[in-house]
């Protein structure tokens, strides 16, 4: 069993004690506040299943059908949670008033004045002990489902006061105790939900974590610039993308490299951070269109019969693309055979650049010599 598992568990069985221990307590002891607190507590039985039910799929690992996991469901789990928490809240709010309007023949005593003290400390204890598994394990349900712990001590609170008060013949002090609780559990509840909402609309990190992502990018020298910075929150954790500029005369591998780095320093400086999509630019792609009307096949359909027409020039030779700027610039290493002179050489890169260039697809040619392999 799960440490989160194990503390929803316990908080279930103990909301169920609780609840018959004030059902009854409330009855014999002469306390409708405690008798309204018991239903309370039975009542967190249903949020207990929806924690442990949305905790239970939250955990489950990626899959085909979900490749991002299965962290909304604890965002379900937390909305929900916070609309319940929110319901309970009127309704205290409620009896509440509609008791300020009854009137009270039996007092409440001790018996109901301890079961309202023993219930503060289990809850308290159960909001603490629920609140550090749910950070320990970064779960939002958890964390709400602590609270939720803490508003029942709240709400027992009021209902002590109630009776003691009752017991020395402020009865007025039991209604509205109860209000004034009830309207502080609805805020518990709607920053619950309000959050779970936030995280079902995407909503991104806040200003504080984007300057700190800001200031890791502009640490890594080869990020020359960065722009399209985009975060979202998926059940506690978050998932980044960014696209970073770098030389365009970076390798293919260079420059994974660099997106690499970029991913782990903002995982690690981030412990609620799933994943980092870096999209490698050579060039600011808001600046031109990316869409150049020229593929790697009809750059060699261009090279080979220049090359075919060279006598002592290796066919196929090894050639790079750059887009840059609008253009498309080519770098094209050449292997000649080794009885040529130098002057030769230079003179057939020449003619091998100009060609290149007097074409309308390519705007600027480097043409290089490959010493590396013999060829003849």
Not at 15 to 27: D, M, P, R
Not at 49 to 55: G, K, L, P
Not at 295 to 307: A, F, G, L, M, V
């Given at each position: 069993?799960?440490?989160?598992?194990?503390?929803?568990?316990?908080?279930?069985?103990?909301?169920?004690?609780?609840?018959?221990?004030?059902?009854?307590?409330?009855?014999?002891?002469?306390?409708?506040?405690?008798?309204?607190?018991?239903?309370?507590?039975?009542?967190?039985?249903?949020?207990?299943?929806?924690?442990?039910?949305?905790?239970?799929?939250?955990?489950?690992p990626p899959d085909r059908n979900h490749p991002y996991g299965h962290g909304r469901a604890e965002t379900i789990g937390t909305t929900v949670v916070g609309l319940l928490i929110i319901f309970t809240g009127l309704g205290v709010a409620y009896e509440s008033w509609e008791t300020i309007f009854q009137t009270i023949e039996k007092v409440p005593g001790a018996l109901a004045a301890g079961i309202a003290f023993l219930s503060i400390i289990?809850?308290?204890?159960?909001?603490?002990?629920?609140?550090?598994?749910?950070?320990?394990?970064?779960?939002?349900?958890?964390?709400?489902?602590?609270?939720?712990?803490?508003?029942?001590?709240?709400?027992?609170?009021?209902?002590?006061?109630?009776?003691?008060?009752?017991?020395?013949?402020?009865?007025?002090?039991d209604p509205l105790a109860g209000g004034l609780v009830g309207l502080m559990v609805c805020k518990v509840g709607f920053d619950f939900s309000s959050k779970g909402f936030r995280d079902l609309m995407d909503t991104g990190l806040n200003e504080e974590n984007m300057e700190m992502i800001f200031k890791i990018l502009n640490e890594i020298p080869e990020v020359l610039q960065f722009h399209d910075l985009r975060s979202r929150t998926i059940g506690g954790e978050v998932l980044i993308d960014v696209h970073i500029l770098v030389n365009p005369e970076m390798t293919v591998t260079e420059g994974h490299q660099?997106?690499?780095?970029?991913?782990?320093?903002?995982?690690k400086d981030f412990n609620n951070v799933q994943d980092v999509l870096v999209h490698v630019d050579g060039e600011h792609d808001a600046e031109?269109?990316?869409?150049?009307?020229?593929?790697?096949?009809?750059?060699?359909?261009?090279?080979?019969?220049?090359?075919?027409?060279?006598?002592?020039?290796?066919?196929?030779?090894?050639?790079?693309?750059?887009?840059?700027?609008?253009?498309?610039?080519?770098?094209?290493?050449?292997?000649?055979?080794?009885?040529?002179?130098?002057?030769?050489?230079?003179?057939?890169?020449?003619?091998?650049?100009?060609?290149?260039?007097?074409?309308?697809?390519?705007?600027?040619?480097?043409?290089?010599?490959?010493?590396?392999?013999?060829?003849?």
């Open positions: 069993m799960s440490p989160g598992t194990k503390a929803i568990s316990i908080g279930a069985v103990t909301n169920l004690f609780l609840s018959l221990i004030k059902l009854i307590g409330g009855y014999f002891g002469n306390s409708m506040a405690l008798v309204a607190d018991g239903i309370h507590s039975l009542s967190d039985l249903i949020t207990d299943a929806v924690v442990y039910f949305s905790h239970g799929v939250g955990q489950l289990i809850n308290e204890g159960l909001y603490q002990y629920t609140l550090k598994i749910g950070k320990s394990t970064n779960s939002p349900s958890l964390i709400a489902n602590a609270w939720h712990h803490r508003t029942d001590a709240i709400s027992s609170i009021a209902a002590l006061v109630g009776i003691l008060g009752a017991w020395n013949g402020f009865f007025i002090l660099v997106a690499e780095e970029v991913r782990r320093k903002i995982i031109f269109d990316n869409l150049y009307n020229v593929t790697r096949k009809e750059i060699t359909e261009i090279i080979n019969p220049i090359i075919e027409s060279l006598g002592g020039v290796r066919p196929d030779p090894e050639f790079r693309i750059h887009h840059g700027n609008g253009r498309i610039t080519v770098d094209l290493f050449l292997q000649m055979s080794g009885d040529r002179e130098m002057k030769e050489a230079e003179k057939l890169m020449g003619e091998v650049k100009s060609r290149l260039e007097a074409t309308s697809k390519i705007e600027k040619a480097r043409v290089f010599l490959d010493l590396n392999l013999e060829f003849d």
